[in-house]
């Protein structure tokens, strides 16, 4: 099969399209694995940081690396104990630092693997499971979200910030969204109240206050943020730092608190996120889809930073993509 990989740790150029061996599923050891043939991938921070070699410490140290840790596609065979999953099933998986997504096929686990709706093609599940997932954890469990709240979300156009502007509303809350003046309007599209741009303004200065202030880029601090907090403001964060962890630490005993959100994958979540995009209440908002040989370039737009939602590899070509 084709994949695209690394032979070692290094910059966007190290990604090349090569002939790997294609994966089978163990019944014997592992009878919950899916074998998958993969339509598309979506592209994260996790894979551009595994390919830098900045997670090799949580990875195998063996080479060649196929990275990718969401993707869809049709499931080609199944393990003895896979039950609710059958061959032919539309799927979209997450994969985790395992990886695997930048190739034709992928094993997963079946705990990890979701049937699609109809009316979710495999671009917009792709990119669904780390950047979806993150925000509505990110609001809901570590932000507490309640109706009539006020959100402000940092980082709001880009691919945890226009899922987490449209979950923030879809859960009742008011949003301000902090943006560049050219993200201003996609913000506006997907519901956001009030925009604050970073260009002219620096929200840590506003002088409203928020109960929930969601950085979805990591680029602020707890300490930067308190005085925009309500008394019991939660401050959520997706790039926690020693400092940051510290905070979390001491706020246990404070009304305003510091939180850092890790990704967990669950099928509950993810059932439901995607029913909001089939019932067309969540827009997946795709900047860009590449071919498989173009993932170095993705990689590079990706670090670039200011992509709009979410860059996607497609593996397979499919007419019906939807890339709003």
Sequence with gaps: MKAAIINHYGDAHELHVQEVPQPTIDSIDDPHQVL??????????????AREGG???????????????ECAGVVEAVGLMVKEIKPGDRVVASLG?????????????????????DAVDFSQAAAMPIAAGTALQALRDKGNLRPGDQVLI??????VGTFAIQIAKLLGGQVTAVCSTEGAALARQLGADHIIDYHTADFTK??????????AVGKSSFDECRNILTENGIYVTTLPSPKQMLEQVVTIFTEQKAESILFTF????MNWLLKQVADGQLLVVIERTYRLDELALAHAESEAGHVKGKLVVEVVSDPK???E
């Design 55 to 69: 997670m090799k410490f949580l990875q195998s140290g063996h080479f060649p690396k196929i990275l990718g840790a």
């Design 154 to 159: 940092n980082g709001a156009t880009g691919g």
């Design 36 to 49: 998958i043939r993969v339509h598309a991938a979506g592209i994260n921070p996790m894979d551009t940081k």
């Design 321 to 323: 993509t939807k890339t």
């Design 266 to 269: 669950s099928q509950e979540d």
């Design 97 to 117: 630092l395992a990886g695997g997504g930048y190739a034709e096929y992928v094993v997963a686990k079946d705990k990890n693997v979701i049937k699609l709706p």
């Design 206 to 215: 506003s002088i409203e206050t928020y109960n929930i202030v969601f950085d």
